[in-house]
């Protein structure tokens, strides 16, 4: 289990044999037959892309949720909302491809900066994905990641607030 005063490591083979017995499972659970299927895509051993959408005022925004494993199965997968050209997250340039989620369990931030003198980064902020505990938050014991859990658990966090709590895009001044 994670721990919240735990800063995760790094094991990329774990990740890569973690994320190749999940695949399976997840699909199983989706009750599909392939990655493809669900639209989504393994760039490499260990990402996963997956498309997301949000409605907000009668407009559907689409967005690219890639996840990573470098990890996983001990921690959540990372995540980040990228431009769906590049696949990448480069601050300013891309802020208008993540959106914004304002629930208490799932929130982003496109600047969120870890020290005073740190280049920002993109942050979503929730118990489900791995650069909430490379910041410290605090969580509450219910929340804690479980090895048990697999990344469907972190797409779906993401869903829920895209679903429930959902505020648009962020424009190109981070709005």
């Given at each position: 289990m994670a721990r919240a005063n735990e800063l995760p490591t790094q094991d990329l083979?774990?990740?890569?044999?973690?994320?190749?017995e999940d695949i399976p499972r997840v699909l199983r659970i989706m009750e599909v037959s392939s990655l493809e299927d669900l639209g989504w895509s393994r760039p490499n051993k260990l990402s996963l892309l997956v498309p997301m959408a949000g409605m907000h005022q009668c407009n559907e925004d689409h967005y690219l949720l890639r996840l990573g494993f470098q990890a996983y199965?001990?921690?959540?997968?990372?995540?980040?909302?990228?431009?769906?050209?590049?696949?990448?997250?480069?601050?300013?340039?891309?802020?208008?491809?993540?959106?914004?989620?304002?629930?208490?369990?799932?929130?982003?931030?496109?600047?969120?900066?870890?020290?005073?003198?740190?280049?920002?980064?993109?942050?979503i902020c929730c118990s489900a994905i791995l650069e909430f505990y490379e910041v410290l938050h605090q969580v509450k014991?219910?929340?804690?990641?479980?090895?048990?859990?697999?990344f469907l658990t972190t797409i779906m966090a993401i869903r829920k607030a895209?679903?429930?709590?959902y505020g648009g895009r962020f424009s190109d001044n981070g709005q």
């Open positions: 083979q774990a990740g890569a044999t973690a994320l190749d199965r001990k921690w959540p997968p990372s995540a980040q909302f990228v431009n769906p050209e590049t696949k990448g997250y480069v601050y300013p340039n891309d802020q208008r491809f993540v959106p914004k989620l304002m629930s208490p369990e799932c929130y982003t931030h496109v600047a969120y900066r870890p020290t005073a003198q740190a280049y920002p980064v993109q942050l014991p219910e929340h804690l990641w479980k090895e048990t859990d697999t895209l679903t429930s709590f």
